[in-house]
């Protein structure tokens, strides 16, 4: 195990109805004047935004509304809020979505506490961020795990760049989890959610760290619950012993739990990111469109390790390590297969990706992530174009040379 600091600061508020209680959360940190972020208008049509309004007056906190996040949300759109919060002199953020609402939320933080700053010089590191406002959270989709996690995406679509940004001032300090909200959710969000949770922690499981079994039992108990709670509530969204599993996976697999002590690899993450800047394609889609590829392009660099996630995950009997890791990748895909997810590069329905293309996402993910990123193996240029290539079904199932 290697030496670790934990911190996961967010208060979790859990069950039926319990966003009626977000005005007196947001009273507890001191907030006054709320910016509220949401979505494309799916809290309106359900009647969560007036609700979550009303919380918020009771408790007399004056808000401003500020919507329009779309999926893979853009600066832009994060620089008009932080202007909006300024203006209105929003002393916290509240988000009321998924992620990209959360995320544009944790931007507006960041922008309207620092109003002198470019918000993308925060987000590429050139201004290192020192303060921001408190940030809290009604959840409506159980998914990218922003609602703990230490990390906000935006993409800057000047550049054609999607880039994350880690810091403490991104966790949230509360959010409200009703597993009922999602309820309301479309069976490809359902899908794309329960992909994005089981990546969080596959990126993390992946790794050379040895002697961490806590962390590693954590990990394989997450998969299973996801993926038995996942496939519950893509047949039934109304399940709601199946969702609240699901929600309080989504919480705790981005929350540093399942990774804890281990150096963790990201590397399908890091893909997926090229693929939405590119193709503007849901972050879910673009994990599982490439993760095959990927897995059969890395495991020779640890069979055992993947034999172990074979075993324990999906109960394969196979003695043979390499043979056992296969059956494991092959398994993991089939799940996927089985909520409707793309698996391949054709099967995300943005045309043809041609050679061209593919080489632009390989130089791309070295400029965006770095030369030689991931540690499970490290991904260069070459490795990233060869997983793209393979996932695209031409020289499928390559391996690392
Ligand atoms: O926009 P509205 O109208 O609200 O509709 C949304 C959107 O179309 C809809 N939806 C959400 N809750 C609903 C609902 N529709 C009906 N009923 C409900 N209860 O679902 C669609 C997707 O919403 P979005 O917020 O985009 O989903 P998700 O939570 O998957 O977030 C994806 C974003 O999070 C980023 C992704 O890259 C992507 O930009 N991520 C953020 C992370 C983080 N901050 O830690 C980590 C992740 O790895 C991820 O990168
Ligand atoms: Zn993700």
Redesign the pocket.
């Known amino acids: 195990m290697r030496d670790f600091e934990y911190y996961a600061p967010t208060r979790i508020v859990f069950g039926r109805d319990k966003e009626a209680l977000t005005g007196a959360l947001l009273k507890r940190v001191g907030a006054k004047r709320a910016i509220v972020v ?6 309106s049509r ?1 009647g969560l935004l007036e609700r979550v309004g009303r919380s918020l007056s009771d408790a007399g906190i004056e808000y401003q509304l500020f919507g329009g ?5 853009t600066l832009k759109h994060a620089e008009e809020g932080a202007r909006i919060a300024i203006e209105f002199g929003a002393d916290a953020s509240l988000a009321v ?7 544009t939320a944790k931007a507006i933080a960041h922008g309207a506490a620092n109003p002198d700053a470019a918000l993308w010089d925060i987000w590429t590191a050139k201004t290192t961020l020192s303060k921001s406002l408190p940030v809290g959270v009604v959840l ?2 159980p ?4 609602e703990m ?1 230490d ?3 935006l993409t800057n679509t000047d550049s054609g760049v ?1 880039k ?1 940004l880690s810091t403490e001032f ?1 966790r949230p300090r509360f959010a409200v989890l009703n597993p009922a ?2 309820s ?3 069976k490809r ?1 359902i899908a ?2 329960v992909s ?1 949770i089981l990546m ?1 922690t596959l990126d993390r499981y992946f790794t050379h760290t040895k002697g961490n079994p806590l962390t590693d039992e954590f990990a394989e108990a997450l998969l299973r619950v996801t993926m038995d709670a996942g496939a519950k509530t893509y047949i039934n969204p109304n399940d709601y012993d199946a969702i609240s599993d699901l929600t309080w996976c989504s919480s705790v697999s ?1 929350n540093g739990l399942t990774g804890l002590g281990a150096a963790t690899d990201f590397v399908p ?1 890091k893909l997926g ?1 090229e693929l ?1 800047a590119r193709y503007d394609v ?3 889609e673009s994990l599982t469109c490439i993760w095959g590829a990927w897995a059969m392009y890395v495991y020779m660099e640890e069979p055992e390790r993947f034999a172990k996630f074979a075993r324990n995950v999906f109960g394969i009997q196979e003695d043979d390590a390499r043979a056992a890791a296969v059956a494991g990748i092959d398994a993991m895909v089939a799940f996927f297969r089985s909520l409707d997810m793309p698996v391949s590069l054709p099967e995300l329905g943005v045309g043809e990706i041609s050679d061209t293309d593919i080489s632009l996402l390989a130089e791309n993910s070295q400029r965006n992530s770095g030369e030689g990123f991931g540690s499970f193996k490290r991904i260069y240029q070459k490795d990233a174009a060869a997983i793209y290539a393979a996932a695209s079904g031409c020289g499928a199932r390559p391996r690392a040379k």
Do not use: E, M, W
């Open positions: 949401y979505g494309g208008g799916s809290v359900s996040a779309r999926p893979n949300p979505g998924g992620g990209s609402a959360i995320d409506t989709i998914a990218a795990g922003s996690s990390s906000a995406v999607k994350g991104n909200l999602a309301t959710l479309p969000q794309c959610g994005d969080h981005h993450h990111h939405s849901p972050h879910g």
